[in-house]
């Protein structure tokens, strides 16, 4: 619990660490984020991937075969000493993991029933005959917006991304000279890590790319 505490206190006391991190946010394919907090022999990470990078899609998994896949990646994700290696001198051993797959919502399923009523009352006389066209063309540009609306959020919804969170320790913390990422070979659809370290003295933030999977923190 002490160790928790502390980390929390640690990234909050660096007001820029979670500005920097909600811009890393965005989602997008072959990028993942890492969050690196560490406070004396405890260190606390944060990762986050697309779907697509970890299991190669983003819909929601129905078949046996997609639904393996997920546990899979999720069992994998949950060793973050095999994807993210660190200099055996520094002692690391792993406290806690939790990896999990989180996916969006559509909101808008209201939108199919708007204007209905208007457009039942509208008398079909010749004097009304020009307000009914005009009307109709404003339910038909109504829908078409409607359904463009629909399609974009379809879209977004159907993004899903992997989170995972790890609490190690190391006996010696000095040693903490390099990150090697094996997670692009565990991964081949990832493309780059944008990685963020935050320590008692502040904060760094780096780009880790598969053709240069080994991060330098000397």
């Not at 991190?21 to 984020?33: I, M, N, S």
């Not at 806690?96 to 457009?119: R, T, V």
Request: glycine content about 4%.
């Amino acid at each position: 619990m002490k160790q928790t505490i502390s980390l929390i206190a640690l990234i909050a006391a660096v007001p820029a660490f979670a500005e920097d991190t909600r811009e890393l946010d965005a989602h997008e394919h072959g990028v993942g984020t890492l969050n690196i907090a560490m406070d004396g022999t405890s260190v606390a990470m944060e990762f986050e991937a697309p779907g697509a990078d970890i299991v190669g899609f983003e819909y929601a998994a129905q078949s046996d075969e997609d639904l393996a896949a997920i546990e899979t990646a999720l069992a994998t994700l949950a060793a973050p000493l095999e994807l993210f290696v660190l200099p055996q001198a520094a002692g690391c051993s792993l406290i806690d993991a939790n990896a999990e797959l989180e996916s969006g919502e559509d909101e808008h399923d209201d939108h199919d029933d708007h204007g209905e009523d208007d457009h039942d009352d509208d008398d079909h006389d010749e004097h009304a005959e020009d307000e009914h066209d005009e009307h109709d063309h404003d339910e038909h540009a109504e829908d078409e917006h409607d359904e463009h609306d629909h399609d974009e959020h379809a879209e977004e919804a159907g993004h899903t991304e992997f989170h995972a969170a790890y609490t190690l320790t190391c006996e010696a913390p000095d040693a903490l000279t390099e990150i090697s990422f094996a997670y692009f070979d565990a991964f081949p659809n990832a493309l780059e890590v944008e990685v963020q370290i935050i320590t008692s003295t502040g904060a760094q933030a780096f780009e880790v790319e598969r053709d240069a999977p080994v991060l330098s923190l000397d």
